[in-house]
T-cell receptor, first 115, second 110 residues
Framework: DAGITQSPRYKITETGRQVTLMCHQT?????MFWYRQDLGHGLRLIYY???????DKGEVPDGYVVSRSKTENFPLTLESATRSQTSVYFC??????????????FGPGTRLTVL | LAKTTQPISMDSYEGQEVNITCSHN???????ITWYQQFPSQGPRFIIQ???TKVTNEVASLFIPADRKSSTLSLPRVSLSDTAVYYC???????????FGTGTRLQVTL
């Protein structure tokens, strides 16, 4: 299917476990992003990637690791999950960074609960 | 960061025009202003984008004054299905600064 997908949609894990959230886009967009959404904080950028093998930190990167070996995939890993990482995670992609007619396309989100 | 400030919430009746204002005092010369809409349990989706003056599409209008330090999203004749959270984003050419504010929760009632 065309678009941007995330898996799993829901995940419950325990403190200290490693968790990987998957993101896949079919547009060959250069830029991909991971956001977390929490009440009172809106959407905060965790990591982003400008192309395969190019990633960089956003506003709240601590506790997360990303990789991008292929243009279409951008997994987010919580190496040792903590309760403070309970959140809804959104992946997004964008064709280019700047300029007009240049929107971000968001996935449906992954609701992660860390017990 | 190109921080944005919006009202936390707004209420409207169906059929009215709704205007949501966002302030972005630190906007840079090459930045665009983009608005997104988010329904519960969904990712945000693009509504409209502008650089200056006025932009209109089939769902909304965006007004941006000359100093570009604020913008106003205008939704004509809202319906119940417009109940959502609306985010203003300063679309900067620096990826690390792409941060959304807390958004405006619009509640439309009969």
């Amino acid at each position: 299917d065309a678009g941007i997908t995330q898996s799993p949609r829901y995940k419950i894990t325990e403190t200290g476990r490693q968790v990987t959230l998957m993101c896949h886009q079919t547009w060959s967009h250069s830029y991909m992003f991971w956001y977390r959404q929490d009440l009172g904080h809106g959407l905060r950028l965790i990591y982003y990637s400008a192309a395969a093998d190019i990633t960089d930190k956003g506003e709240v990167p601590d506790g997360y690791v990303v990789s991008r070996s292929k243009t279409e995939n951008f997994p987010l890993t919580l190496e040792s999950a903590t309760r403070s990482q309970t959140s809804v995670y959104f992946c997004a992609s964008k064709l280019q960074l700047a300029g007009p007619w240049n929107e971000q396309f968001f996935g449906p989100g992954t609701r992660l609960t860390v017990l | 960061l190109a921080k944005t400030t919006q009202p936390i919430s707004m209420d409207s009746y169906e059929g009215q025009e709704v205007n949501i204002t966002c302030s972005h005092n630190n906007i840079a010369t090459n930045d665009y202003i983009t608005w997104y809409q988010q329904f519960p349990s969904q990712g945000p989706r693009f509504i409209i984008q502008g650089y200056k003056t006025k932009v209109t599409n089939e769902v909304a209008s965006l007004f941006i004054p000359a100093d570009r330090k604020s913008s106003t999203l205008s939704l004509p004749r809202v319906s119940l299905s417009d109940t959502a959270v609306y985010y203003c984003l300063v679309d900067t050419g620096t990826a690390s600064k792409l941060t959304f504010g807390t958004g405006t929760r619009l509640q439309v009632t009969l």
